[in-house]
């Protein structure tokens, strides 16, 4: 058996914002493709209401362009090479059709704790990923 094709997760996907929750993930996402010997893609998405390019800090694409590489450059000093995407989009379906077409193997997102109320539940990003995504997604609390 060759290592390819031992590894489980091939290729990992972590969409991050400037989260908290992202920011930890980051641990759980280095563990993860450091054992599996895995690709891994960063992602941002920036959400654009009504097609309008906002000011809001997470619909900047310079924030975001920024974020990715500040991210990219933590993964750099732990030895992991990371890929960067951005997308413009509504975050939950934006992250799993980015997914699909890098036939990722695990999406790995942290939670941001909006499942509180059956209307944070319901409503929050993870909640439709996890729904929606093409691959098993792994949620660091």
């Not at 993860?32 to 998405?45: D, E, M, P, Q, T």
């Not at 379906?93 to 999406?107: P, Q, R, S």
């Amino acid at each position: 058996m060759t290592k390819e094709s031992e590894t489980m997760f091939k290729t990992v996907l972590f969409p991050i914002d400037q989260s908290r929750e992202s920011r930890q993930a980051a641990e759980t996402v280095a563990g993860v493709v450091k054992a599996h010997g895995s690709r891994l893609i960063l992602l941002s998405v920036v959400e654009a209401p009504d097609g309008e390019v906002g000011t809001d800090i997470m619909t900047s694409p310079e924030a975001i362009a920024k974020l990715l590489e500040s991210a990219k450059a933590i993964f750099t000093q732990q030895g992991i090479e990371a890929e960067t995407i951005e997308r413009e989009g509504k975050p939950a379906f934006t992250i799993c059709d980015v997914a699909d077409e890098v036939e990722a193997d695990l999406i790995i997102m942290g939670c941001r704790g909006l499942g509180l109320t059956d209307e944070g539940a319901s409503d929050s990003v993870t909640n439709r990923v996890i729904n929606l995504s093409p691959c098993p997604v792994l949620i660091v609390p």
